[in-house]
């Protein structure tokens, strides 16, 4: 049933069910990192930016600093994908470096709250988007609201969640119809997506309406403690609009060539996505006044509708569809793996590491956040979700970067095909700005980190339970 030892991934030992294939060449494995990084984030996150920072100099440098800080994060994991090229990503380097348990406590975060938490909010900007194309969907009136609340967010049901949810089935029956399927549909709405994103920014470089006065001021007066707090709170929109940067590694047991391929997409894909967010916001800029652009509720379809007329705006809800679509796939690819990886070690149920014989994919950990993923967008409470998790996900972020140090002196003879370009420097940086960034969102933020905390305890008792069934 197996396919000979070099097609396959294991964990921790070979076993006799089936495991996953390596069918991801290195053009697919870039396409999953840049498609899950590039959702709708670019597309509306520069408004709330300008909300934070009335100056271009401010608002491009916090773009430049959230990229930079993900390059360094890349440079750091693509050693550890390199010398351990497994399915589960950061699961697998925590687990090495700290033991299970933060392994687990990683993989609980992401599956459950992250992306589960994103394919419901990606779903209804999908869904948003295609409101602007039909009308009659956007406006209509939920089918079903019965006045209750779950969370103190009003239940509903109608076009909206009906949408949202048929495109989560959408990309969960794709995934667990292999991954050699899911890399070419993820090869085609990355494809797309660039290609829309490319033609926004031609767009308004090289419209009539263009004007470099728009960007004025360059620079505050001054630089108070105030600017500062702002700036760590323009940081949190930047660096959601940067996540998705470490999806790849949680396809690494299933990428031909892992030790070349996955470094290689981890860099190249931060190195393009960071160029053309600042190209975007210079774009933006160029279109619509800086003070104006906080106002503006789908900045990247005003800018279209500015510089091209009517038909540009639609043009880009079409665009931003096909981009949510992709990320949804992404995400629908890689998040399962990340709990795959300890339910195949057994520190969580064994269903979960379950692989089709047929397909060779983790159908069970696809098909529960794909349902998971869907309750969410009838309960109205993902964006909070979201907000508790992105504090939780850079304390494994510099964690897992921390890694490199640490598995160099408690495993040096292990081969590093790639070691990190300059080390110890990059890896310190990234460790040292995210722990600021920690810093000031539980200064800044304390509620929803702390709620962050709570949601990661929560997966503790599951740790324990199946730990002591193994």
């Known amino acids: 049933m197996l396919a000979n030892l070099s097609e396959v991934t294991h964990t921790d030992q070979q076993t006799s069910s089936p495991e996953l294939l390596r069918a991801l060449g290195l053009k697919e494995a870039i396409a999953i990192n840049v498609g899950c990084i590039i959702g709708s984030g670019i597309f509306l996150v520069p408004a709330t930016i300008a909300g934070h920072l009335p100056a271009m100099g401010p608002i491009l440098l916090v773009w430049v600093v ?128 660039v290609v829309a994103l490319i033609l926004l920014i031609l767009s308004a470089f090289f419209s009539s309406q263009a004007n470099t006065a728009n960007m004025a001021p360059w620079w505050p007066e001054s630089w108070t403690s105030g600017m500062t707090a702002a700036f760590g709170l323009a940081m949190i929109s930047a660096l959601w609009s940067y996540d998705g940067w470490i999806d790849v590694t949680l396809n690494a047991g299933e990428v031909k060539n892992p030790t070349r391929n996955v470094p290689l997409a981890l860099i190249l894909s931060c190195l393009a996505v960071m160029a053309l967010y600042l190209l975007a916001n210079i774009a933006y800029a160029l279109i619509i006044p800086i003070q104006q652009m906080p106002n503006s509720q789908r900045i990247a379809s005003d800018v279209a509708a500015t510089a091209v007329g009517p038909i540009g705006a639609s043009l880009i809800a079409l665009g931003i569809m096909l981009s949510t679509f992709g990320t949804l796939n992404g995400m629908s690819l890689s998040g399962p793996r990340s709990i795959w990886a300890p339910g195949h070690d057994r520190i969580f149920s064994p269903h979960f590491g379950k692989v089709h014989p047929r397909f060779r994919s983790p159908y069970v950990a696809i098909i529960v956040i794909g349902v998971w993923g869907a309750l969410l967008t009838l309960s109205g409470t993902y964006d909070q979700l979201a907000a508790y998790v992105v504090f939780g996900s850079w304390v494994f972020y510099a964690m897992a970067a921390v890694s490199v140090i640490i598995l160099r002196k408690k495993m040096p003879d292990v081969q590093r095909p790639y070691k990190a370009w300059g080390y110890p420097v990059t890896t310190l940086v990234f460790a040292a700005i995210a722990g600021w960034f920690i810093y000031n969102t539980l200064r800044e933020d304390p509620r929803n980190a702390l709620i962050g905390i709570g949601l990661l305890v929560l997966g503790l008792p599951f740790y324990y339970y199946w730990t002591r069934q193994r």
Do not use: C
């Open 66 to 193: 959230a990229g930079m800080l993900t390059l360094f994060g890349a440079l750091s994991l693509a050693e550890l994908s390199s010398m351990l090229p497994q399915s589960g990503g950061p699961y697998v380097y925590l687990r090495e470096s700290y033991g299970k348990v933060w392994g687990f406590l990683f993989s609980w975060n992401d599956y459950f709250i992250n992306k589960a938490a994103s394919l419901a909010a990606v779903s209804i900007a999908f869904t948003t988007y295609l409101g602007h194309l039909v009308p009659a969907i956007g406006q209509s009136e939920p089918f079903f609201q019965p006045g209750w609340s779950i969370f103190g967010h009003p239940f509903t049901f109608g076009w909206s969640q009906l949408i949202a949810i048929l495109a989560i089935a959408a990309v969960t029956i794709v995934n667990v119809r292999g991954v050699k399927f899911s890399g070419s549909v993820m090869n085609f709405f990355t494809t797309a997506k």
